[in-house]
């Protein structure tokens, strides 16, 4: 099956309505951890002033874990899906001073047709 076939089926998958509560159910306890994880090998204060990219954000589960952290930093948040992003604009603000953007983009490189 060629490339361009897989990736309708991925973009339809996250287009729909319950994409958001099938993303969470399904890959978020995950998603979490695999952050918890990589966020404690950072040292406090080292994001003070970063510019962070979220890419494929999804739901925002990292971003709410960065946004966890007292440094103040800019988020750049992307995800393929305007079902996920409109999700994060409406539920994820930063409380710390920190700046959240967030953008519906394709960051995927594919083949040409």
Do not use: C, W
Not at 18 to 39: F, M, P
Not at 46 to 55: A, F, P, Q, S, Y
Request: zero cysteines.
């Amino acid at each position: 099956m060629p490339a361009t076939a897989d990736f309708k089926a991925i973009q339809q998958h996250f287009y729909v309505d319950d994409a958001v509560a099938r993303y969470d159910k399904l890959s978020g306890g995950v998603t979490g951890e695999l952050a918890n994880y990589i966020l404690k090998a950072i040292e406090p204060g080292e994001l003070e002033g970063r510019v962070i990219l979220d890419n494929a954000a999804g739901t925002g589960i990292v971003t709410r874990k960065l946004l966890e952290r007292p440094e103040k930093m800019t988020i750049e948040a992307a995800d393929i899906s305007d079902v996920m992003t409109n999700h994060l604009k409406r539920n994820i603000k930063p409380t710390n001073g920190s700046i959240l953007n967030v953008r519906t983009e394709d960051a995927m490189v594919r083949p040409h047709d």
